[in-house]
């Protein structure tokens, strides 16, 4: 399914988690689960984008 929201749900919680952290604790950890959220957006999102031009998954090349 394309068109599904379930995929971005960590994405979403890292926002609502990161709203209530600077609202009510500390505004710099609340800024960075923010970003954290945006990066996982874009990664799921880079993700869904290799699944439909039937590419394999990015891997990472390992260190040794």
Known sequence: ?????K???P???LGILGIAVLLVL???VGIALIGGAIGVGIR???G???AAR???PAR???RR
């Open 54 to 56: 039937g590419l394999p």
């Open 48 to 50: 869904r984008r290799r």
């Open 44 to 46: 799921v999102e880079s």
């Open 7 to 9: 995929v971005f749900r």
């Open 26 to 28: 500390n505004v710099f």
């Open 60 to 62: 990472r090349p390992r």
């Open 1 to 5: 399914m394309n068109g599904d929201w």
């Open 11 to 13: 994405a979403i919680w």
